[in-house]
């Protein structure tokens, strides 16, 4: 299988930028993928990165992929107090996903 | 669009009892549903693939005696979970596809169970 993991907190103050880490153990990944969890709602798409790219930008948000360390990496420019939700990596491996832990962000007004 | 849904929102049941949790794709047609379980600080694990009209696909170490999945429409999935007891207790999360394949999947916003 593949292990997935990330920091369970990030507190960032708003207008900031906010940074949040994932690694994974299988080189053989092919997608990424960034999910926002709002309480009582699903989890909401928000990006994904292909396995050959090491960059991807959409909007405030950043998406950096370092696949020799099999690290992910997503950045929120100019946070917002509304950016404060759980947000999740998740790989895709042989048609399974494997989530991370989640890491919860909490923007400071 | 590609709205799913999920009832009831959370449940308290007692041990012993069984559980019946629904997903529902509101706005499309879902070929294939995943049901996941979330415990506190963990990440999701997938618990089971389901297509419709035929048996799910349980992931390894998932009892499929205790965690009933019925596909029985290409909007709905259920999970009953039978015979409840307190480490059953999760946060349980559905999915679905419109395309068969685990990267078109949007997630309900999940069911809480509290077995006491």
């Known amino acids: 299988g593949e292990d997935v993991e990330q920091s369970l907190f990030l507190s960032v103050r708003e207008g900031d930028s906010s940074v949040i880490n994932c690694t994974y153990t299988?080189?053989?990944?092919?997608?990424l993928y960034w999910y926002k969890q709002e309480p009582g709602a699903g989890l909401q798409l928000l990006t994904y990165i292909f396995s050959n790219m090491d960059m991807k930008q959409d909007q405030r948000l950043t998406v950096l992929l370092n696949k020799k360390d099999k690290h992910l990496s997503l950045r929120i420019a100019d946070t917002q107090t509304g950016d404060s939700a759980i947000y999740f990596c998740?790989?895709?491996?042989?048609?399974?996903?494997?989530f991370g832990s989640g890491t919860k962000l909490n923007v400071k007004p | 669009g590609a709205v799913v849904s999920q009832h009831p929102s959370r449940v308290i049941c007692k041990s012993g009892t069984s559980v019946k949790i629904e997903c529902r794709s509101l706005?499309?047609?879902?070929?294939?549903m995943f049901w996941y379980r979330q415990f506190p600080k963990k990440s999701l694990m997938l618990m089971a693939t389901s297509n419709e009209g035929s048996k799910a696909t349980y992931e390894q170490g998932v009892e499929k005696d205790k965690f009933l999945i019925n596909h029985a429409s290409l909007t709905l999935s259920t999970l009953t979970v039978t015979s409840a007891h307190p480490e059953d207790s999760s946060f349980y999360i559905c999915?679905?596809?419109?395309?068969?394949?685990?990267?078109?999947?949007?997630f309900g916003p999940g069911t809480r169970l509290t077995v006491l």
């Open positions: 999915s679905a596809s419109t395309s068969g394949f685990v990267d078109t999947q949007y």
């Open positions: 998740a790989v895709l491996n042989f048609n399974k996903f494997y």
């Open positions: 299988d080189s053989s990944s092919t997608y």
């Open positions: 706005d499309f047609q879902a070929t294939t």
